[in-house]
DNA sequence: TATGAATGAGGGTTCATTCAT
DNA sequence: TATGAATGAACCCTCATTCAT
């Protein structure tokens, strides 16, 4: 028996895999997991709803691929800014420019996460979503903590409540956000780290 | 012979109505309204799924009157606001205020919009979602550029990414904020107007 | 909230339900299993394949209850007669011929389970056929040893075969026996007993 | 040029096919043939479910084969039996013996046969089937006539009945016998001969 | 007002089969 | 000979909705 039954789980061809997950991955974007039916990415992949199948288990291994997949390259880049042992304002700098360079790569698996997130953790399946959010949240209150403590960041304010603040502004643009259009990912990081750091009032 | 077919626009038993729709509207911000079945909403309710459309014309009408009810009570307190013809600065922080109000008043409307409003606009019956978001958007960039005309906030940001920087911090906090919990809505509001006015950085 | 969500729950109506699974296990008998479609039985019983689920779980539920109330039934009627504390031939007489009445009863089940069964041992779902199954297989083991003890059994036979040959002389009879035909089921115990008991060759 | 197009029907390979039918076989018996896809049969052959058309039509052909196969032996062996115009019991007892050898040699066959025949007999594809059963039935009931007139069976038994009786006794016992068991075929059939001639009975 | 039972459209998935390579 | 990818029909099941009671 060969051991590559499932071609799921074999390197071959997985450009098409590739190609069918960034199918799937705007169509749910676009419309929302639970709305879009298999038939409509099969529909703008050029197959037949069954097909998808001779690729992936279900509609549901296709979410986790896509998400599992963002994820594990977000924190590539995280883990490179971390690697460098940098200050916290400037951690903080490097965190937001990464996150605004993988809704950039990533938009439309940024946005899934977004609106689905909520509704996945808590399936064993997903249970890298959680994991993830508690890396998440360990980074960020640390480099906060830490920002407060060198006096670089405000002492005034609740850890929480600005970390939670931080973290929904720079996500959050990815639902508008549109790779290609007038600003770069790089500018936009800057326009918003500015206002994040300094404010939007004028001095 | 009263009008009596419609119990929908009766004004027989409004309260049961509205007890529905409180229960439906926890139920679609806590699942997605896609995800809710009629019948979890009837369980909800201690009824069964049958009984609620005696009630409702159709689950799409019960979302239709969550959002309509809540964006009507979110102008109500706008436009008093807005009649105060406050200076830039203050209609700002009033506007948030108010905005943080709402959030505490109308969580599971508020984010239930926030998941689902991309998707509605379009739908002729959804059009006040339209409607209320180009006022919202008018409001908020007049409101900004006079600000900048004062020189009350900086004159060097892309005034329409800031737009979205307040608007986008405000609401993604109905996501965690939980009513009741340690901080008031303007207790919060403070903390929020105070980051965003003047960053996190130390200065 | 009711705690009668689920009429499968339910003691209301049992009539239909039980019409129901006439009706499935006729069609199951018929064709199988596996080749039922849902949509089959609905037709049979006048309605559409969606409004089975009203009343059932699943196709697998209803072939469960199908099965589990055939061997309820059985086990009553086989403890009534292990009640009596019989001798080993009488005991033997007296489940050949409540075995021939319960294929009269429950004809369909009877050959479901003959089809079926192999392939559902091992599913948690189906234990209890694999408990019958161990009581089955106990109750004529022990029976055709006390009868082999006091004399009344050939003592020359190997044990386990004869159950097997006795077993499934009995049970297959359900594959071509119809109900209301010309042998009344305890004529036909009668004409088995005598052949299993005395064997077919003349003397 | 030769037949190539159809390798079905070609001399080519032979032992190939002979070997992927038993595959086949062996997995409808151990499953079902509905429950059997082609793939699982691919599997086991450890080739893509794909390939197996280059060999057969279609999943329903092997059936056909692995039927026709088995039937032509059972046959076979059969009309040696007869042909040797032996007296009613001896005659008996070589075709009891020689169906317990058919099943020693084709058990997978005999398990499909007794499980599906019902649903097959009926396709034109299949009257092979009905043709062998009425053969069958005219083969034994001659024999047991033969019997019951030369007084070496009973005369008081009714003789459709023990046709099923001796019919469906020695066929079940596919369902459990093993070969390689510590019975051998032979041995089987003389423990069921003794059973179905002389009863269980002691005397 | 609410229930019980049904409808009917559609959704995810399976699978025998095809065919170019 | 066998593979990889795709087809298309059918299947089980879900669910918003209806309606007589």
Same mark, same amino acid.
């Given at each position: 028996?060969?051991?590559?039954?499932?071609?799921?789980?074999?390197?071959?061809?997985?450009?098409? *895999?590739?190609? #069918?997950?960034?199918?799937?991955? =705007?169509? @749910?974007? &676009?419309?929302?997991?639970?709305?879009?039916? $298999?038939?409509?990415?099969?529909?703008?992949?050029?197959?037949?709803?069954?097909?998808?199948?001779?690729?992936?288990?279900?509609?549901?291994?296709?979410?986790?691929?896509?998400?599992?997949?963002?994820?594990?390259?977000?924190?590539?880049?995280?883990?490179?800014?971390?690697?460098?042992?940098?200050?916290? *304002?400037?951690? #903080?700098?490097?965190?937001?420019? =990464?996150? @605004?360079? &993988?809704?950039?790569?990533?938009?439309?698996? $940024?946005?899934?996460?977004?609106?689905?997130?909520?509704?996945?953790?808590?399936?064993?399946?997903?249970?890298?979503?959680?994991?993830?959010?508690?890396?998440?949240?360990?980074?960020?209150?640390?480099?906060?903590?830490?920002?407060?403590?060198?006096?670089?960041?405000?002492?005034?304010?609740?850890?929480?409540?600005?970390?939670?603040?931080?973290?929904?502004?720079?996500?959050?643009?990815?639902?508008?956000?549109?790779?290609?259009?007038?600003?770069?990912?790089?500018?936009?990081?800057?326009?918003?780290?500015?206002?994040?750091?300094?404010?939007?009032?004028?001095?």
């Amino acid at each position: 028996m060969p051991t590559k039954k499932k071609p799921q789980e074999s390197a071959a061809a997985p450009e098409r *895999r590739s190609e #069918l997950l960034h199918t799937a991955a =705007e169509v @749910f974007a &676009e419309q929302g997991y639970n709305a879009t039916t $298999v038939r409509k990415i099969a529909d703008h992949a050029g197959m037949l709803a069954g097909s998808l199948y001779y690729h992936f288990d279900s509609k549901e291994s296709m979410l986790e691929e896509i998400l599992r997949t963002f994820l594990d390259e977000l924190w590539s880049g995280y883990d490179t800014v971390l690697d460098d042992d940098l200050g916290p *304002r400037e951690t #903080l700098e490097a965190l937001v420019t =990464e996150s @605004f360079r &993988e809704i950039d790569r990533h938009r439309p698996a $940024v946005a899934i996460y977004q609106r689905e997130a909520k509704a996945l953790v808590g399936q064993e399946r997903f249970d890298f979503l959680a994991e993830s959010q508690r890396r998440f949240e360990k980074t960020w209150l640390t480099t906060l903590e830490r920002g407060v403590a060198d006096g670089v960041f405000r002492a005034d304010l609740d850890i929480r409540l600005t970390y939670r603040f931080v973290r929904d502004t720079v996500w959050v643009a990815a639902s508008w956000y549109r790779p290609g259009g007038q600003h770069s990912a790089e500018e936009i990081a800057r326009q918003y780290l500015s206002m994040v750091l300094d404010g939007i009032a004028a001095r």
